[in-house]
């Protein structure tokens, strides 16, 4: 998979995936697909919707709610992260979180850390990523070309999703070494490192017009 490039005199407006992008996350996946029989290398969400049985996705549904609600609650923000939420706001860019986690449990993470970010879009709203609509939806609705758009987030998926909407990425690694990191358009240790990149970039303007 490659990438789209990016270009940030382009960039209207910046989405963000949830969790380990803007929340940290510690839910127990090992546990969580033993307790669904999921096993380590399928997607926990395409494992329950490929099951035949309706009591045993009913259940599995059940479980996974429980460990995103129990995380939700236990969630922190990651370093930068309300900072940035103020600078997009304050340079009247566009913004919304699109996550794989349910309703419910993205609404309860986002009000426990007090997350100015009003447009939350889950698994119920679109196919999850790294599927693109939730994407194409967000650009259709704010009337912007995909490539007017950056993507952030902290996994495959994420990647995935951009690139599939032909959209630009953001791998945030928050110090760690990611073997996907070739496939975004930008690779950023923190978050405020994407703040003070446009941050640079609009001085830099702002000196040019004057």
């Not at 939730?134 to 951009?162: P, R």
Request: proline share 3%; with cysteine.
């Amino acid at each position: 998979m490659s990438f789209i490039t990016f270009n940030i005199e382009q960039i209207k407006a910046i989405v963000f995936d949830l969790d380990n992008t803007l929340v940290t996350s510690d839910i127990d996946f090992t546990e969580l697909r033993k307790q669904i029989g999921c096993s380590h290398d399928d997607d926990v969400l395409s494992y329950v919707e490929q099951l035949k049985c309706d009591e045993r996705k009913l259940l599995a549904n059940k479980l996974i709610l429980e460990h995103e609600i129990e995380d939700a609650r236990h969630s922190d923000t990651l370093p930068g992260c309300h900072s940035l939420i103020q600078f997009i706001h304050s340079n009247n860019m566009k913004t919304a979180i699109i996550t794989r986690n349910c309703e419910q449990a993205a609404k309860t993470k986002a009000e426990h850390n007090k997350l100015n970010i009003p447009t939350i879009i889950s698994r119920e709203h679109f196919p999850p990523k790294p599927a693109p609509d939730s994407l194409f939806s967000l650009a259709q609705q704010w009337n912007l070309k995909t490539h007017q758009i950056l993507y952030v987030g902290d996994y495959i998926y994420d990647l995935q999703a951009a690139f599939n909407a032909s959209m630009p990425s953001c791998l945030v690694t928050h110090g760690e070494e990611k073997l996907y990191s070739s496939s975004a358009s930008l690779v950023v240790e923190h978050l405020h490192d994407i703040e003070q990149l446009f941050d640079t970039h609009y001085y830099s303007e702002t000196s040019r017009a004057s």
